[in-house]
């Protein structure tokens, strides 16, 4: 064998033996996330499509039902009055969340990105929540709200006055206002973070053509960071039925049915479910998964369709 062929050899089993380490690596990187979404998405999507078309029974276990969990669970969506009042909670908030939560998000990110007066100050204090457990933040707020509002509003008025989260006429609106309150503040960093990854020359430009504040916004910023709007915008819709409001921290597994979501009944109602129970429970999810699926398709093909076209 020629020395050429010997280097040629030797440079062969160099390369197979560093794309080897490479796979090796990729496949140790890949392996704990790729079981994780095998076993508890997959898995457990697959098993709750399954459920929904059974029925248990004590003595033979599950079985086909065909489509009469899917018969119950809409006739319970039109008459249950506690379902009726869980959607009704659920597309609310998600409405507010977009119309107030996001367009101050957006106001903040901006206020960041133009670095005006304590703007570094705001963005630690809106990304604090996402920082910290949400339940402690619950607790302090329930705490605020509770015993040191009453506390204090009883001393100005004169005469007892019970906390927020005491009477029916304030508890929906405290609720309301700590989960838009305290819920921007991922959308804050990433929004000030899509900001500041625009092209400066543009703002630059804009400038020079005497544009203020509000027009380099609208007509300059925003449509670079619009795909980051999108992605929001999508996740919010995908997330109305799922969110629960931080009902458990507020009220634990006891929430007046004025107050729950769809994401909170059914969180706490699987927590106490039999076996009999978990195909109707399935059911609900599988439905809430098709009504949602369809929106947030269309609302991604509208923005996209009818956006800026700036990006």
Request: glycine letters at 6%; aromatic letters at 18%.
């Amino acid at each position: 064998m020629t020395k050429c062929e010997q280097k040629k050899k030797l440079t062969l089993k160099e390369n197979f033996k560093k794309n080897f380490q490479d796979i090796l690596f990729c496949v140790i990187i890949l392996l704990y996330p790729t079981i994780q979404f095998i076993i508890f998405y997959l898995g457990v999507n697959v098993n709750t499509i399954a459920l929904s078309f059974k029925f248990f029974d004590y003595e033979g276990g599950y079985s086909f039902a065909g489509l009469e969990n899917f018969k119950l669970a809409f006739y319970n969506l039109f008459n249950d009055t506690g379902l009726k009042l869980a959607v009704g909670n659920s597309v609310t908030y998600r409405i507010i969340a977009i119309a107030v939560g996001m367009t101050l998000s957006l106001m903040f990110s901006y206020y960041i990105y133009l670095n005006r007066a304590m703007a570094g100050f705001f963005k630690a204090i809106l990304f604090m929540p996402a920082v910290v457990s949400t339940l402690v933040f619950t607790i302090i707020f329930r705490k605020f709200v509770g015993d040191l509002y009453s506390e204090i509003a009883s001393k100005i008025t004169g005469e007892m006055v019970p906390g927020l989260l005491a009477t029916e006429s304030t508890k929906k609106a405290t609720v309301f206002f700590y989960n838009v309150f305290f819920g921007f503040g991922t959308a804050v960093l990433l929004y000030s973070g899509a900001m500041s990854g625009t092209n400066e020359s543009v703002m630059e430009y804009a400038e020079v053509d005497g544009t203020n504040y509000w027009q380099k916004f609208i007509y300059v910023l925003f449509p670079m960071i619009f795909p980051t709007f999108i992605t929001f915008m999508v996740m919010h819709i995908s997330d109305t039925f799922m969110n629960q409001m931080n009902l458990l921290g507020f009220f634990a597994d006891s929430a007046s049915p004025k107050l729950q979501t769809i994401g909170y009944f059914l969180y706490t109602k699987t927590l106490k479910a039999s076996l009999s129970e978990y195909p109707l429970l399935a059911t609900y999810g599988l439905i809430f998964t098709l009504i949602t699926m369809p929106i947030v398709f269309l609302v991604k093909h509208l923005l996209e369709k009818f956006g800026p076209n700036a990006y």
